[in-house]
């Protein structure tokens, strides 16, 4: 038999909720606006949850800015979520005739559990058209991963098929990757992660589970999965591994994530004992610079 789309959606899908503990949701199954991409009545539940000393007002004037961008320019408005996201919303309420300045967080990095993790199949996004993404994981109600997926069986699709998808729905349904952090191709053979600012050559694959033991020549589907949709570690990745470099959004790469965290491990270290942080080395054409920037992040 062979290994249909289905079959494969259906495999990530077991091993997002079996093995890393997502929550599962088929999409046509929930009661919302297809026009919007949010999981809307997620995102106000967790809000609340993460951010309990806030009143309602100040979570609303937050859902408000989610919603509505000055910017035209998709690049524009997902680097400004991006901001949002990695930083938290500023929101201002009326409290006993005085203006309060508050801070509406988006997650909270610093206890995992108390963030809600869904993965969601056939996520129906209604904009200049209508289209369903094959995978979405979404945290706290926020759509932040886009994975589409082509069976490796079909002589007319593989994962630069998943990738050609992709952009097409960066035209059709926009809105839906204003809240993007990162983008997944896969079609079993080869699993790449991306931006949306990416070209097909910068998506990268991730080839170890752990940072010790890394598949060099090719790597599962899982690896790429296990790897990067850990929780802890999505999150990790979402706060201190992404940036924008003028116009170009960038995801770092498994060396440059493990590298990095084993650098910030030395440097504590080196503050305790001897103050040698050691050699940080790559291969030329490795991203040595923007490991600099993501050690310094």
């Not at 886009?146 to 998808?165: G, M, N, P, W």
Request: glycine content about 4%; overall charge negative; proline content about 2%.
């Amino acid at each position: 038999m062979s290994f249909t789309e289905e079959n494969y959606e259906n495999a990530i899908i077991e091993l997002m909720r079996d093995e890393l503990g997502y929550d599962y949701q088929y999409g046509p199954n929930v009661e919302r606006d297809y026009h919007s991409p949010l999981y809307k009545e997620m995102l106000i539940s967790s809000l609340n949850k993460i951010n309990p000393k806030l009143s309602q007002d100040a979570i609303n004037e937050c859902i408000y800015k989610i919603k509505s961008f000055n910017e035209v320019n998709l690049q524009q408005r997902n680097r400004v979520f991006m901001d949002y996201l990695q930083n938290g919303i500023e929101v201002s309420t009326l409290c006993n005739g005085k203006m309060k300045y508050d801070r509406v967080m988006l997650v909270d990095y610093n206890n995992i559990d108390r963030n809600t993790f869904t993965v969601i199949n056939q996520w129906t996004v209604v904009e200049h058209e209508e289209k369903r993404p094959d995978v979405v994981l979404f945290i706290n109600g926020l759509p932040l991963v886009v994975i589409e997926l082509k069976s490796c069986s079909r002589e007319e699709t593989d994962a630069s098929a998943a990738y050609r998808q992709i952009r097409n729905y960066m035209y059709d349904i926009p809105c839906l990757f204003t809240y993007n952090a990162i983008c997944v191709m896969s079609d079993l053979s080869v699993s790449k992660a991306g931006t949306i600012t990416s070209l097909e050559d910068r998506y990268m694959e991730w080839k170890t589970t752990d940072g010790d033991y890394e598949e060099t020549k090719y790597a599962t589907f899982d690896v790429l999965f296990k790897g990067m949709f850990r929780k802890d570690r999505l999150l990790d990745i979402i706060k201190n591994f992404i940036l924008f470099s003028e116009d170009n959004k960038i995801l770092a790469g498994y060396h440059q994530y493990y590298a990095v965290k084993k650098a910030i491990e030395r440097t504590k270290t080196a503050t305790q004992t001897d103050g040698k942080g050691g050699i940080f080395w790559h291969t030329q054409g490795s991203g040595k610079s923007l490991s600099m920037v993501f050690y310094t992040k």
